[in-house]
Nanobody, 115 residues
């Protein structure tokens, strides 16, 4: 049974930083790509960043230059470093992993940015 467990969400002030983690049960090499998505209240879930096994990275325009996605294969963990946080970054952040046609999601971690 594949499980993705996110952590690291918190309440921070505008301009602050957070690092989210997504720990994968089993080998992270099974998945390609992996990524982070977010869903703000009243809005649809949107892509934040993705990373392929080959290292290709894609960011949403709204987070380019502020967020960094990375992988630690030894720890079966994916990270999202978030800097210069804005109120618009407030959302539940979800870890996503794809294995061929199957998608897996974590339970989400809440990120709240206050002014």
């Amino acid at each position: 049974q594949v499980q993705l467990v996110e952590s690291g969400g918190d309440l921070v002030q505008t301009g602050g930083s957070l690092r989210l983690s997504c720990v994968v049960s089993g080998s992270i090499f099974m998945f390609n790509p992996m990524g982070w998505y977010r869903q703000a209240p009243g809005k649809q879930r949107e892509l934040v960043a993705t990373i392929t096994r080959g290292g290709t990275i894609n960011y949403a325009d709204s987070v380019k230059g502020r967020f960094t996605i990375s992988m630690d294969y030894a720890k079966n963990t994916m990270y999202l470093q978030m800097n210069s946080l804005k109120r618009d970054d407030t959302a539940v952040y979800y870890c996503n992993a794809r294995q061929w046609a199957i998608e897996y999601w974590g339970q989400g971690t809440q990120v709240t940015i206050s002014s």
